[in-house]
């Protein structure tokens, strides 16, 4: 079993800055890979970034353009771990509610059905 929460939305001005966080716990989150992912009004939830276990190895999806970055921290035993997505440069078009996710053992996706475990996300609202 894997917890997640996620905390940091909030209202923003086009061109701000924004910190989420996601904090993890488990006994088998080592070893798990933990994304991010989006889902605005009326779209399918989205893939936004991913992060693997030891926090060495990252991936974006397209639209990210460089100006999401994915960390992780974790604790000596990584059964606990805190990833951060920080996101510059915020469009209109980034407004979602953002919720982190834990993946499959091992697994390395940017695909919603290798993860099982979801955080209850946080909404992002960027103002024009």
């Known amino acids: 079993q894997v917890k997640l929460v996620e905390s940091g939305g909030g209202l923003v001005q086009a061109g701000d800055s924004l910190s989420l966080s996601c904090a993890a716990s488990?006994?088998?989150?080592?070893?798990?890979?933990v994304g991010w992912f989006r889902q605005a009004p009326g779209k399918d939830r989205e893939f936004v970034a991913v992060v693997s276990w030891s926090g060495g190895s990252t991936m974006y999806a397209d639209f990210v353009e460089g100006r999401f970055a994915i960390s992780r921290d974790n604790t000596d035993n990584s059964t606990d771990s805190t990833i951060t997505l920080r996101m510059n440069g915020l469009k209109p078009e980034d407004t979602a509610v953002y919720y982190c996710?834990?993946?499959?053992?091992?697994?390395?996706?940017?695909?919603?059905?290798?993860?099982?475990?979801w955080g209850q996300g946080t909404q992002v609202t960027v103002s024009s």
């Open positions: 488990g006994r088998t989150l080592p070893s798990r890979s």
């Open positions: 996710a834990a993946g499959v053992p091992g697994d390395w996706s940017r695909l919603s059905p290798r993860y099982h475990y």
